[in-house]
């Protein structure tokens, strides 16, 4: 199964400002945490309003326009936020990710390649250690668990599509 995501992540109330100034859908997650994710039209609108570029600001990232970037930034400074990209076929993919704070990136861009190693005979992630997303999310303030890793700890892996994520909410 896939799972390919882009979503604005974080703290609900950093999450809920954004919502209600832009009109976007959101997600509820665990531990008080929420996401917005990525539609056509949010991004256009994003692009046009910030007006600073369309084209990719990171090579980690497909959509993290210029334009995106700067917004980010921008809703950045009374709580700290990210935004994440998944691209997985299988167990196999990658996944990338950056924080924001108080207008300044605080992690990232990161970004964690997971591939099947013949030798190991198990997947295993480049670079190895934590991977991109749970960097970020323990960066934002999720209270990092010994049992489960953030990814998990948000029920991240149930939504393995923005369209998944908006029909959720509908």
Aim: net charge negative.
């Amino acid at each position: 199964m896939s799972h390919n995501i882009q979503c604005i992540i974080g703290p609900k109330g950093a999450i809920v400002e954004i919502v209600s100034n832009w009109r976007q859908h959101k997600l509820d997650l665990n531990a008080e945490f929420s996401l917005i994710p990525l539609t056509h039209d949010f991004i256009c609108d994003v692009n046009e309003l910030v007006n600073k570029g369309e084209q990719p600001v990171y090579k980690e990232f497909w959509l993290l326009s210029s334009s995106l970037h700067a917004f980010l930034k921008g809703n950045s400074y009374s709580e700290p936020i990210g935004y994440i990209e998944t691209d997985y076929k299988g167990e196999e993919g990658t996944q990338s990710a950056i924080a924001y704070h108080k207008g300044e990136v605080i992690v990232g861009p990161l970004k964690t390649k997971t591939q099947w190693d013949n030798k190991e005979m198990s997947f295993i992630d480049f670079p190895m250690d934590k991977r991109a997303i749970n960097i970020i999310l323990y960066a934002l303030g999720l209270e990092e668990r010994h049992d489960m890793d953030g990814f998990e700890n948000l029920t991240l892996g149930n939504y393995h599509s923005n369209k998944a994520i908006l029909n959720q909410k509908r």
